[in-house]
Structures are given as C-alpha cells and as structure tokens.
C-alpha cells in the first residue's frame, strides 16, 4: 500500500485547509487510517484516525471542534480539514494506515509504533 498526501501549504491564521491522503495498492475501505503531525523539534503525534469501515472517527482532545477527518472510497482518498488554522498547526502532516482496530475500549491507537504504512508528508506553515 502507497500513501500519498497533499494540500499543504503556507496558510494565515484563522483561514482553512483540507489536505488529502491518496491510497494505491490497497483499498481504503478496510482500514483504519490516522493523520499524525510533527512540529519542528518535536516527536511525531498522532491526532485522529477514522475506521474506513463507517464505523466513526475520533480525535484528541486538542483539535476537537477544529480538525475534521473523512474518507471518499470512490478516490481512494482519506482527508483532514482543518479550520479555523492556528499557528501551532505548523509541522509536517502524515497519514498513515493500520488494520482494524482504531480503538480498543478507551485506548485509541495512535502511536506512530501502531501504524504500518505512512505517506511522505505535506508541510503546513501557519503565520
């Protein structure tokens, strides 16, 4: 399975951007598929997954209310929304892929150790 982002860019704060995980070699329709992030300086952090299945999504708390992760099977494409922007969204984001499952009673798998197949990352500058 390839994984390949794109939407980044550099972005105002307060404006919106909607970045996109293209798959091949695989089906999306049997996966569970995470979006991770890095700042600069800092580890790589895992903030939503959605379970391919329709079987719902979750988040951290931290981009509650701001990120919005969603699939399109006919592309092949997992993507994530983010709005309004801030400027600690800066970093460079990755999608990811895993088998089932995303969650575990309260544990959500999102360790970057969890997932086996990752995409090369779009860079999002916020300022």
């Known amino acids: 399975v390839q994984l390949v982002e794109s939407g980044g860019g550099s972005v105002q704060p307060g404006r919106s951007l909607t970045l996109s995980c293209v798959v091949s070699?695989?089906?999306?329709?049997?996966?569970?598929m995470g979006w991770f992030r890095q700042a600069p300086g800092k580890e790589r952090e895992g903030f939503a997954w959605?379970?391919?299945?329709?079987?719902?999504?979750r988040y951290v708390d931290s981009v509650k209310g701001r990120f919005t992760i969603f699939q399109d099977n006919g592309k092949n494409t997992v993507s994530l929304q983010i709005s309004p922007l801030k400027s600690e969204d800066t970093g460079m984001y990755y999608c990811?892929?895993?088998?089932?499952?995303?969650?575990?009673?309260?544990?959500?798998?999102?360790?970057?150790?969890?997932?086996?197949?990752w995409g090369q990352g779009t860079q999002v500058t916020v300022s």
């Open positions: 990811a892929a895993r088998r089932w499952p995303c969650v575990v009673g309260d544990r959500n798998f999102l360790t970057p150790d969890e997932y086996n197949s």
């Open positions: 959605i379970d391919t299945r329709g079987r719902g999504s």
């Open positions: 070699g695989g089906t999306i329709s049997r996966a569970c």
